[in-house]
């Protein structure tokens, strides 16, 4: 298993420029070049939904299978209302400070600008028109009570990719901080069904 920080996060570099959920994409190519991997499942959260998406779209031949979760492909509110609108929603801010706190308390936590950036790649992204290019088997775990994925944009997700299996967790979008097993036993199986076939 692989683990590595995205653009502007953890260990990696921080470029003054705007990111891009394509340009991680490109980044993900780029590390599987490198370390000569030609073909991996990847398991993606949140905002490395979108990445995943762009990733099989793009090189169908480097993904053998995508396990999403607390997954999206879009983000239904104009940029400028989507932080006002989490501040607003009862339980939204509580999550936001909740996942905040979480990232800056990391070893090498994200400075504010590169955070900022981070948060503005996923709403320039709109994954519709990739998710019918989607080749790989596709598991998708989100949470009913995530009031940052509504299940409108869940649904539709799971709707779009060919043959996607979606499991719906009662939870919120940080529900395996509760109980990781929620998502690693889904994963599990379907990656060793992949596999299998």
Not at 12 to 20: A, E
Not at 42 to 61: D, H, N, Q, V
Not at 73 to 90: D, E, K, Q, T
């Amino acid at each position: 298993m692989i683990v590595f920080d995205t653009r502007g996060s953890g260990r990696t570099d921080k470029p003054d420029i705007p990111y891009s959920i394509e340009m991680m994409a490109e980044d993900t190519i780029g590390l599987l070049d490198l370390l000569g991997i030609k073909q991996a499942h990847f398991i993606a959260s949140s905002m490395g939904s979108c990445t995943a998406l762009a990733l099989a779209a793009k090189y169908p031949e480097r993904v053998k299978s995508l396990v999403l979760h607390v997954a999206f492909h879009r983000v239904p509110f104009p940029r400028n209302v989507i932080w006002g609108l989490m501040w607003r929603i009862p339980g939204g801010k509580k999550q936001m400070m909740k996942g905040a706190d979480f990232l800056f308390k990391q070893q090498c936590p994200p400075t504010p600008e590169s955070f900022a950036r981070q948060g503005l790649a996923p709403l320039n992204f709109d994954g519709r028109k990739l998710l019918g290019q989607i080749k790989a088997p596709t598991l998708i775990v989100n949470g009913t009570k995530d009031q940052a994925v509504s299940m409108r944009i869940t649904r539709e997700l799971a709707q779009g990719i060919p043959g996607a299996k979606l499991v719906l967790i009662e939870g919120d979008h940080l529900f395996i901080s509760q109980d990781l097993n929620l998502l690693l036993k889904p994963a599990l199986e379907f990656l060793a069904e992949v596999d299998a076939s």
